[in-house]
């Protein structure tokens, strides 16, 4: 295979390079549409990614096409625009240069404009060694692999005779009370009392135990005080456990060991967590902070400048997971805006502005959804807030229009109407590559590393 | 984990154990649904798979969730009707025993009747070593496998500049002109010439050369010559190209070689191999075998006696993949009514009935039909011999009335409607898992017991 340089050689057009292929991303490839560029968006994923709907793949209500559509088919049309798929392993904004793997193949592309926008992973504040017992909630795989564990604990459980391993095997743990970890558990509730009744005969999947933990006091920080505590009101008519003011000190394959604020823990007995509680922006955002000196917030995220370019370099825009911008957290509208917005000053570029007249990026907060049930979401708007059946309706719709793009509006909404009207899920196939194979890798790489470690020399 | 037993005891009703939740154990179990016994029906899948539209999945027109439903919420509402996953390891027929794993766990399920409905997997014809580079089409994991590779294949050759690489990635051979041979080269033509159009810049998916292996004469052998010549003239409108009167005799990871009539051998470069040619029963076979004396045919198949049982065991019945019955390919409608026959036998049994009066079981044969194309499939049912857009509505309907048991019929239909009107696919999602993750684990699985061997003593 070896490098490539194909893409490096001197156009025409100016050369924009986007790296990723999420909200940010690929609005910044649609906005630049009608411009007198070359695109080239590089992606690790074949796919472009709703993420906030990442949970009912994962919790089996939808399949993952619907969320996933291939980023070069919905691209297929804009005719300035290529995708590469590659993972991005360096930026060198010297040379303005990105080079990229994919397949044991690296291939180079040069640019002009570079758009960066390659998200963020979920973090486990330094203890990299959880993720292997709880996954997080970030690509299709986690979902899928998610899936994978909330059904395997029961079909083990069917399987088991020893009440303590049974009541390990029926305890979900859900770490994180944000959005993502609040419509996860209430969906694992709505799962396991509605989809899953009657059909174990050894076990009752309602006597399963969902738990919430977080570290702070209430629920849905982003949504405010009232709000949170009319999404813990519902989850615990669910039967979802709260445990707020916890944080979780220790997860192995057996547990969960939370620390309470009166320094107390305790140890809860579970076979399936995910973790929701946290992320950390792209590392890529280290390499831009060697080679411009622009420095990394607490979360990896980039200090960009007021028009979300690097200091130093006004052609090397940081938008979405990975921009810190007072007053925009991690979400969607976020990344939208800040693709756009980049794009935009890619665009008054061309037209022979200059970047130093650049008026400043401005979120425009649109408000905050999360579906906690069927029936109901909690919505702030500005100042309006309110939540239950009508602001679960809001969620729908607003849900779908965002899906307009998509081929899938008309399956979801399908899926929808089956799912919340009739508790049953289509989409809870287990494969066996997510379903046992991925432990497996993991053991196999882990016992090869040892295996190579011990036959190395000593001095090696 | 360690061994339970706890399904051994003896019950006051009949215990009847199903091995196999494929069209025939399913079927058996349904059928049962009256009866005064209890069933278990152990499988090491969770979901029963409606393998026919296997290839819709493989070339992303529908989701997995759609052809396979949860076996254990189908049979929920059946309360005489336990499910246990599991992949059994061990029939003893003289203890009327059956032994099963899961993830670690061993469970011993003792019987008064047994249904044998394994099924059957790919054959390689003695050439098992071909299975890792063209994959079957048996399970999700394979269809999921094969879109990850057809995808895989062009995105790679996006990225070539060597012709003759690119040559080998767009090249696709599919082994095999049954039914499913023929189904997926017809859709996988029609995919990179509809719905990948215009979607790569530097790649026409329609220079791909899709070529259908075949060692005989003609294609759809068990639908006669007509309609073989029909599906041919069909397929090569779409471009496939038909290389028939070949063996294919080596296969690796850059090539397939086909051996002609004449002699001559011919070195197809390709990169995506797909592998439909065989079948062979499931290995339970052969511990039947062992244990009862009955004879095997040449594909593993049980040579049970007119009532499908085994012989001097007028309690153990086969059927589906895994019974040799003259006149009866392995087809869905011959596991199904075999398994309804089963279950008919034991309910006779029930009530008193000598096995030595069972009448012989009769296969009514429904005809056949494949969809060549969209708008276009064969269809023949008896005498009575039809191709073209009518075959193709007739296929359509029938395909949908059989899925009626599940709740996917609405959804199937928008998806079809989607793809065979816009060409569009609403599944294309390729995971890390599917794509990379697979082949890594063979490596590595690979890798460690060359490492083991290496370090085991040589006398061991």
């Not at 009752?204 to 006091?217: E, I, K, M, Q, T």
Request: some cysteine; aromatic content about 6%.
């Amino acid at each position: 295979m070896g490098v490539n340089t194909q893409r490096d050689h001197a156009s025409p057009r100016r050369r924009v390079v986007i790296i990723g292929s999420g909200f940010g991303g690929l609005a910044a490839a649609k906005h630049l549409r009608h411009a007198d560029v070359d695109v080239t968006l590089i992606s690790k994923t074949t796919h472009h990614l709703f993420q906030p709907m990442l949970y009912q793949v994962a919790t089996g209500i939808i399949a993952e096409g619907e969320i996933a559509p291939t980023t070069r088919v919905v691209l297929a049309e804009q005719r300035n625009a290529t995708v590469l798929v590659g993972e991005v392993v360096e930026i060198d904004l010297a040379a303005q240069k990105v080079r990229s793997h994919f397949l044991g193949r690296t291939t180079t592309t040069g640019f002009d404009s570079l758009v960066v926008a390659a998200g963020a992973e979920q973090s486990y504040f330094g203890n990299d060694q959880f993720a292997e017992f709880a996954p997080g909630m970030k690509t299709i795989d986690d979902a899928l692999e998610i899936r994978a564990r909330i059904l395997g604990a029961f079909e083990q459980a069917e399987l088991s005779e020893d009440p303590q391993e049974i009541e390990k095997l029926l305890t979900f743990v859900v770490v994180g009370g944000g959005p993502t970890g609040v419509e996860l558990a209430g969906q694992i509730a709505e799962m396991v009392r509605g989809t899953l009744k009657g059909a174990y005969r050894r076990v009752d999947p309602a006597v399963a135990r969902v738990v919430l933990v977080d570290g702070s006091a209430s629920l849905l920080q982003a949504f405010g005080q009232s709000l949170g505590e009319k999404a813990a009101r519902r989850l615990e008519e669910l039967g979802v456990q709260l445990l707020l003011n916890r944080r979780v000190v220790h997860v192995d394959a057996d547990s969960v060991t939370v620390h309470a604020k009166d320094g107390t823990d305790e140890v809860l007995p579970s076979f399936c967590k995910v973790w929701s509680a946290g992320v950390a922006a792209s590392p890529l955002g280290g390499q831009l902070a060697e080679q411009s000196g622009v420095k990394l917030d607490h979360s990896g995220r980039v200090e960009v400048g007021p028009d979300l370019s690097l200091p130093g370099h006004p052609d090397v825009f940081v938008v979405g997971d990975m921009m810190a911008v007072p007053g925009v957290c991690g979400v969607a509208q976020g990344a939208i805006q800040g693709g756009a917005y980049a794009a935009k000053a890619i665009k008054a570029g061309l037209a022979g502005a200059d970047p130093a007249s650049r008026k400043p990026f401005r979120y425009w907060d649109k408000g905050s959804m999360a579906a906690v049930s069927r029936f109901y979401a909690v919505v702030k708007v500005g100042k309006v807030e309110f939540g239950g059946l009508l602001a679960w309706l809001a969620w729908l719709g607003l849900h779908l229009v965002y899906l307009v793009g998509y081929r899938n509006r008309v399956a979801t909404l399908w899926e929808w109407a089956v799912t919340f009207f009739s508790e049953r899920r289509g989409q809870l196939v287990v494969t066996v590559q997510q379903g046992v194979a991925r432990t497996e890798l993991k053991n196999l790489r882990h016992k090869l590393a040892e295996l190579e470690k011990a036959a190395a020399p000593p001095t090696a």
